[in-house]
């Protein structure tokens, strides 16, 4: 079971797993579901506090994940905060604003970025029992190029392509992205794990 709500990244980490076999719900599949508050100030605790409140829970497998963006000459921002990062009404169109308004005076040889990825899998007793990160490293464009993907796709430039993921679209996004990456290296791990 995935642990988000997020349908768009249901779908993609759907697409990256399915071919291992896994038969993959999320929470909307569940009416018991619990609405885990992500108070961490790392990827890696949030991803372990939606995988292990879930399990516990629903009493299955869950994989929880937590993703977001970090812009260098931001400090790292917006990280954790990256679905909220425009305010607790974010949308992807507002948080991409705040970005561009944010970096508005920062020339393009300083707006080199990273996704980050990390994924832990909770048992149904609530146990972690597997966790990965993985990064995607690009820089941030001046203006949104693209419609594929979500959130901060269409700035988001993979420099070796001078394309944005909201132009390379899914099939190039599932080799390169920071999702894909974790979800190649975990595989192993949860194949020997669930089945």
Known sequence: MLGTHN???????????????????????????????????????NAALKATQQAQELGVWVLGEDSGLSVDALGGAPGVISARFSGPQATDLSNNKRLLEELAETPAAQRSAHYTCHVAVADPHGVVRARCEEYCRGRIRFAPAGDAGFGYDPLFEIVEYHRTFGQLGGSIKSVLSHRSRVLRLITPQLVELVH
């Open 7 to 45: 349908r768009k990244k249901a779908v993609e980490l759907a697409l990256l797993l399915e071919p291992h076999g896994f038969q993959l719900r999320t929470l909307a599949d569940y009416g018991n579901a619990v609405e885990v508050e992500e108070t961490g100030d790392t990827f890696e605790i």
